[in-house]
Nanobody, 124 residues
Framework: QVQVVESGGGLVQAGESLRLSCTVSGLTFGDFAMGWFRQAPGTGRDRVSCINGNGAYTVYADSVKGRFTISRDNAKNTLYLRMNSLKPEDTAIYYC?????????????????WGQGTQVTVSA
């Protein structure tokens, strides 16, 4: 049974930082590309960032480039998202997802396993 659990969300002010974590069990973590998605009220679920299985390849949405950093620790089966210089428009539920691909799929439908999400709220 695969479990995906996010943590680290919260309420911060604009300009502050947060680090999200995602712990995965029940699969061979290094075989999966891992993505962070977010969904704000009334919008779709968009990919924020993704990292491939060995951590050599990362991709970011234009809106977060230079502010967010994705990383993974395969020994700990854990994915991270460091978010700096947060803006009110970063407010959303953030989801961690696993895709059994070598490269990072763009579409949410390509990811097989999802966490329940963690709320990030950035006040102005």
């Amino acid at each position: 049974q695969v479990q995906v659990v996010e943590s680290g969300g919260g309420l911060v002010q604009a300009g502050e930082s947060l680090r999200l974590s995602c712990t995965v069990s029940g699969l061979t973590f290094g075989d999966f590309a891992m993505g962070w998605f977010r969904q704000a009220p009334g919008t779709g679920r968009d990919r924020v960032s993704c990292i491939n299985g060995n951590g050599a390849y990362t991709v970011y949405a234009d809106s977060v480039k230079g502010r967010f950093t994705i990383s993974r620790d395969n020994a700990k089966n854990t994915l991270y998202l460091r978010m700096n210089s947060l803006k009110p428009e970063d407010t959303a539920i953030y989801y961690c997802a696993a895709a059994r691909y070598f490269v990072c799929p763009r579409e949410a439908s390509e990811y097989s396993y999802w966490g329940q999400g963690t709320q990030v709220t950035v006040s102005a």
